[in-house]
């Protein structure tokens, strides 16, 4: 009987099947090439219709250019620093030091947070301080990074790791205590010591919880880069934004605006691309 | 807002106040505007300007009236045709100068050669840095600049992070108390002046309160002028700083003579927007002798003072 | 491995679940736990397991009394328990050590006894109910475990499946001699696969009656002997109700 | 049959055995009691360790009291300005719009996050957008807020109402995303309408993520005070940290920051308390 | 409500689950499905409510053909599936509107007929696998709904719970005539239930056979006709295997 079935399933995985299954990939993959230009598509409707908004709205003078000047004049703007070969260094050092943090702040919070949700004597000790230190703004540990650490790199990387910590805490740490009791019994059956139980039920277990800290964390990231290069910076966006501010230049400061938002969302969309990638598993509801 | 009044006449006069303007502090600490204003029916609004862009944000947002800026920071704003015009010099202060630790060895502006220094970029500090090393033949690219915000600056320069500083008062003045640091090199005529600017809207709209305005600044003028002691006592209480401090910042460091614009101010300003322009700060097509024109206004004053 | 409870009682929230629990299982031995609904034989096996250790009395694994973990006890929940970012053949090496050929041929014996062959690359997601059931059956199988603790294996299978299953699990039982204590709702597959059945009744649930069923394995499931037992069981079951 | 077993059941939930349910609350607030004075307690020892360690190296020299005043200076700074009555003025005045705009930004995130949670066309649409404003950082905003609303209260509680969306907005989307295609199965079925559905099924099943997004965007909300109250301000905490800087005065700064940390860790503390509450059917482990 | 399915198959990423499935119900009779595990009877079920739209063929309820969910219909899931953050009243009221009193009532009335009387406090992950289900059986009756598509609702019930919650179900079918499709891998629980059965079989899974349950109830279960209906049955799940 047993062999009978067991034929009957084996079929199930035939060489045809197999066929079929990776038709069925090539489709998919297909699908979302299409649905890729499509997202893109859609998603550039609104920032769209706002340029173009804010364009007309500016030559017909409804918005004085002094104030915020025209999309095109912000462009210019943009060109311009790309042509003096400025705006690379702006960018790559910017980059280059938000990655920096956002590896570190990660790191440090994922041993951090795992640490805390899962022993209670870690989260009496030590859960109250970061969360006190989680509301202290940006601005106020510039002078002091510049005492510990001095006016190098280093205070600048540490600085974004400071605000990519917070977030990415707080998600792993909730996370950590929303893991489902039932899969860590599991676990605890099949003999895995802590860590393994970390490893193989808790983060991936987290896992959503933990790649949303990270977006938010990145996010924070980027938004910590001023406070970083207030800290003796002659380079990078942080640095473009407060000198535009410091000379009353609206195109600086909105063409750093601009640059932000579009690094930041490159940045983000490979995060949101690896988070698409590793929850597949989950049984969520097809939008 | 203020200028809608078909009439000229505003509901609402909205002046900043600042600690590097010691006379606004003092005007507003008196009560002199909203006494001035009070029988025509007209409100004063005080806002806080933390420096010099903070209050050509204001001004260009249309949220304060007249605001108090340093000279050079005018005419940035200028050049970005922030609709401003400066009315009246509220001092001529000697608010940055060259610093560098006991025993660091520089003497000179020749001696910075190759040393890293701390400033703004963009503020005064920045230009009086590169003026003073214009004045000696050399520019920028012949130090190593560490941009820092003005506080943050001082302190690298006594933690040893920099070997100078283009320093600001009131920090300046702090760290020269507290920390031994030296004034290596001073010169009040490369500071740019304090400014007070007022929207052109406003001025156009309401020319005769803008010499009020004026005559009640010259009020506390002269009240500073004749109280020096007293003026410093209510700086250092208002801006929690030090008698001390408050004393070098202001007996020390600002001259009050002058307050109507005119040629020496021009010159100033030139040179400033020359240096500017030479740093790549101002572009290239931008006429600083016509923008200096532009920006400075002595009419008002001209009719109240004299 | 041989294994005893003692006194063995469960509070929730000064509810009582199961009181007073006596139990001597020899080494090799096959349990059946059967009683009504919420009467605490989950709760049991959780004790048993070490998952649980806030139970009253003593339990002795081999002659050691403790509430560690027993990592030489292998588990199957009431729930199929998979780890749904985990395949089906990743699901079942889950509990196994070694290199990764030798888990994964291992594994693939096991799912091909339970059917599932050809399946190894789903997701949990993806399986019916019966199938997820199957999965952590040969989750539980594949580590060889010394002591077995099954809690309604086989209620979601249709009765040929089921009865491949049992048959399966003599298979292991007979290769290891482990000791197995098991949670049926199904009198038939007790009294195929268990040396004593012992009936559970009440809320909180206490020990009603133990039976012994004296035949040689394997069994035949339409012989007199155990139908006339599991009349007896039935009787008891339902007349206690009465 | 079915009564007897009835009669069983409803001996169970005799008043006897309501008696022991309330005995056994009785007993879990006293505990809870008890560990409240022990989770302060243990709360406090780094931060107290922390904070004597430093006074000593202050007393020693080491740490130039210029730059890092000693702990008590910092207190007696704090107690002048509770004297003066400055204190509860800043305090109050900043307590005040973190708590307008939280209110605001997570209002705005709820409903634009469940919009896009749920509708596939609305987050193709509006999410690409929110993800890149989420990178541009709260000085950016400054001019622009000055010049849209002027310097009143509204710029400032819209700059904290913009901090607090984003970590509110992700931890939502993220949440409805994650939400167990079961359960929404469930509701379906009862013929749930979609606004019943978000929040019957929707909602619980996604607080833990959207609480944890709540304590992001409050302490987002405490970081983005500074750059509200650099809007023309002249009272609040963001106020007296950034005006310590320019005044040159770090009592005034690291008053500020520990301000900052207190109030913020208390605000969390009550987020953090209604999150107990209410995610106390989580089937989670006990640590 | 009268159901028909014409030509109903599902195919999952390439992988057909369940082909060409013919089936006419008339309003009020009880239809059983049987199958091995995996053969689409989960499937199908998911089909007719309207949950999964993407099968091919045509469903008609009541003479409309409709992709839609049927709120006309309860479903009692393969898992209890209920709401974790409500506890045993409100996860039964869950699908009832009008006054909160009137809905407790109703509610309790139904617990007290699935034995869980007294435990309308207690929160999911203090239930027992059994008392989980008995919830989700209240939870689905309580609405007396026109058309109950079940999912092995008693599978995790020992046979005591099992018979009375069976007696239960055909009261709620007396009263509201419901049209019921219940999946069970009980033969005997089929037997005692349903007009007719239908048995699935295969992979993908097709009809093989259907069997008419030609007996007034309330029947007995100890009948000859049943026990010989019962033999036709394995029979045809078995043999069909050889
Ligand atoms: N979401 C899905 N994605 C891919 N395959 C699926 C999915 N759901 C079900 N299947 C496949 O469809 C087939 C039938 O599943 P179904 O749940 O209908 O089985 P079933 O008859 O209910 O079995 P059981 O008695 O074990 O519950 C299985 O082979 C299963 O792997
Ligand atoms: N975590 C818990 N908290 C509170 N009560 C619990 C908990 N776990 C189980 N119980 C209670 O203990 C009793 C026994 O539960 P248990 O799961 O052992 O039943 P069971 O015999 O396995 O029933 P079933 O056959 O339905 O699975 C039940 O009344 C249940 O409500
Ligand atoms: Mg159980
Ligand atoms: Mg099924």
Known sequence: ???????????????????????????????????????????????????????????????????????????????????????????????????????????????????????????QLFDPMIQAFRSIPSLAWVPLFILWMGIGETSK??????????????NIVSGILGVDRKLIEVGKMYGLNTFQLVKRIILPASLPSFLVGMRSGLGLGWMFVVAAELMGASQGLGFLLVFGQNMSSPETILASIILFAIIGKLSDWVLKQVEVRSLHWQDRLEK | SSDSEAEGKPSKIRLDYAYYSPTSIVLKEFGWAEEAFEEEGIEVEWTLSQGSNKAIEYLNSDSVDFGSTAGAAALIAESNDVPLENVYVYSQPEWTALVTNEGSGIESIEDLKGKKVAATLGTDPYIFLVRALDSVGMTINDIELVNLQHADGGNALVNGDVDAWAGLDPHMAKHELESGTELFFRDIDLNTYGFLNVREEFAENNPEYVEKVIEVYEKARKWVLENPDEAAELLAEEADISTEVANI?????????????????????????????????LEEDDDVEALTNELINPEYAESVIE | MSLALRDVSRTFNGTTAVRGVNLEVEPGEIIGLLGTSGCGKSTLLRAISGLDSEYDGEIEINGNVSRQIQDTASFIFQEPRLLP???VLDNVTFGLTGKRKDKENRAIDYLESVGLRGKESLYPR???????QRVAIARALVTSPEILLLDEPFSALDAFTKM?????????????????VMVTHDIDEAMYLCDRVVILKGQPGEVEREIRVDQERPRDRGSEYLAHLKSEILECLDLNKK
Request: a neutral charge; zero cysteines.
């Open chain 3, 85 to 87: 970012w985990l395949n």
């Open chain 1, 157 to 170: 990387v540490v600085m974004i790791a400071v605000g990519v910590f917070f977030p990415v805490y707080l």
């Open chain 3, 126 to 132: 993806e399986l019916s109910g019966g199938m997820a």
């Open chain 1, 1 to 123: 009987m047993a062999e009978q079935q067991n034929s009957t399933v084996s079929g199930y995985a035939s060489p045809a099947q197999i066929d079929i299954k990776q038709k069925g990939k090539q489709d998919s993959s297909k699908k979302n090439k299409g649905s890729l230009l499509q997202t893109v598509l859609y998603g550039s409707i609104i920032p769209v219709a706002l340029i173009v908004l804010w364009e007309l709205l500016s030559r017909a003078g409804v918005v004085p250019s002094n104030q915020l000047p025209a999309p095109t004049t912000i462009l210019e703007k943009i060109i311009s620093l790309g042509q003096d070969g400025s705006l690379w260094g702006h960018i790559w050092i910017t980059t280059y030091r938000v990655f920096a943090g956002f590896i570190i702040g990660t790191v440090a919070a994922i041993v951090l947070g795992a640490v805390v949700g899962f022993y209670k004597k870690a989260e």
């Open chain 3, 164 to 180: 491949q299953l049992q048959d399966l699990l003599l298979d292991v039982w007979k290769k290891y001699q482990s000791t197995i």
């Open chain 2, 249 to 281: 910042q202001l007996v020390e460091r600002t001259i009050l003579d002058n307050p109507v614009p005119g040629d020496a101010h021009v010159e100033a300003i030139k040179a400033a927007g020359d240096v500017l322009q030479q740093a790549g700060d």
